[in-house]
């Protein structure tokens, strides 16, 4: 914990708005889509999905196939505790809305499922976007999946099972997007970044969960950030975005939001 806050004193010191930034590309993405203070009302889709999940007080057995969680050691888990501490706060499911309705991505690979809360934020950023998503632990999924359909989300593949062996046969697919919160160790986070460069396209955006959740995963957000293909890098301390872009030269931004 005293790491996190040590960390995140560093980031906010480093950090800029705005003003700080001197790219166009990243210039208006940060005053028009991360400060984009607009009342969406597709907010109040997200409230009532977050709303159903932290009103579950059913168990689930869980089965942990990546770093394991902070805030809990048993295997048995309150689906109303998992959306409180695992799943993605109001904010960030915000600008995941924003983000990928800015961008309008058409295929989106996402690693580590959970609940479907930022899930479900991607896929009302573009309702028409073709969305994979992996969850590793066969409960999750199930309740996951139902989850969906109660909510009408048609268009969205949830493959189960361990991330190293169901991306092998996506890694000849393309995508604009690929979100990665799943396995929080340094090694994993690298190798799926490794496994995944063949689908990227110049446009695509990778976009890495917690990336000072531990030493090691900041350890791997700096490796990513030097690798020749990776172009410009946003680290907003709650996550790092990774553009490979070959029209900017090699920049890196944090920024405060």
């Given at each position: 914990?005293?790491?996190?806050?040590i960390a995140?004193l560093?980031?906010?010191?480093?950090?800029?708005?705005?003003?700080?930034?001197?790219?166009?590309?990243?210039y208006?993405?940060?005053?028009?889509?991360?400060?984009?203070?607009?009342?969406?009302?597709?907010?109040?889709?997200?409230?009532?999905?977050?709303?159903l999940?932290?009103?579950?007080?059913?168990?689930?057995?869980?089965?942990?196939?990546?770093?394991?969680?902070?805030?809990?050691?048993?295997?048995?888990?309150?689906?109303?505790?998992?959306?409180?501490?695992?799943?993605?706060?109001?904010?960030?499911?915000?600008?995941?809305?924003?983000?990928?309705?800015?961008?309008q991505?058409?295929?989106?690979?996402?690693?580590?499922?959970?609940?479907?809360?930022?899930t479900?934020?991607?896929?009302l950023?573009?309702?028409?976007?073709?969305?994979?998503t992996?969850?590793?632990?066969?409960?999750?999924?199930?309740?996951?999946?139902?989850?969906?359909?109660?909510?009408?989300?048609?268009?969205?593949?949830?493959?189960?099972?361990?991330?190293?062996?169901?991306?092998?046969?996506?890694?000849?697919?393309?995508?604009?997007?690929?979100?990665?919160?799943?396995?929080?160790?340094?090694?994993?986070?690298?190798?799926?970044?490794?496994?995944?460069?063949p689908?990227?396209?110049?446009?695509?955006?990778?976009?890495?969960?917690?990336?000072?959740?531990?030493?090691?995963?900041?350890?791997?957000?700096?490796?990513?950030?030097?690798?020749?293909?990776?172009?410009?890098?946003?680290?907003?301390?709650?996550?790092?975005?990774?553009?490979?872009?070959?029209?900017?030269?090699?920049?890196?931004?944090?920024?405060r939001?």
């Amino acid at each position: 914990m005293l790491r996190q806050v040590i960390a995140y004193l560093k980031f906010w010191l480093k950090s800029k708005n705005q003003h700080g930034v001197h790219s166009p590309f990243v210039y208006n993405l940060v005053t028009k889509c991360f400060y984009d203070n607009k009342k969406y009302n597709e907010y109040s889709k997200l409230k009532l999905y977050r709303a159903l999940l932290l009103s579950n007080n059913n168990s689930i057995q869980i089965t942990e196939l990546g770093a394991g969680s902070k805030t809990s050691k048993s295997n048995t888990r309150v689906i109303s505790k998992i959306a409180k501490n695992a799943g993605s706060t109001k904010q960030r499911e915000k600008l995941f809305y924003r983000f990928v309705n800015y961008f309008q991505f058409k295929n989106i690979l996402e690693l580590g499922t959970s609940l479907g809360i930022a899930t479900h934020a991607i896929q009302l950023g573009n309702p028409k976007a073709k969305i994979t998503t992996i969850e590793g632990c066969p409960n999750i999924s199930t309740f996951t999946k139902s989850t969906f359909k109660q909510f009408n989300l048609n268009n969205i593949e949830l493959l189960t099972g361990d991330f190293s062996n169901v991306v092998k046969p996506l890694k000849s697919n393309a995508y604009d997007l690929i979100y990665f919160d799943g396995n929080h160790q340094k090694q994993a986070t690298i190798h799926y970044f490794k496994t995944l460069l063949p689908t990227v396209s110049n446009d695509t955006v990778f976009i890495f969960d917690d990336i000072y959740w531990s030493k090691d995963m900041t350890e791997a957000w700096n490796q990513i950030k030097k690798h020749p293909q990776v172009t410009v890098t946003i680290d907003l301390f709650f996550c790092g975005m990774v553009f490979f872009r070959k029209e900017q030269e090699k920049e890196h931004f944090t920024i405060r939001i």
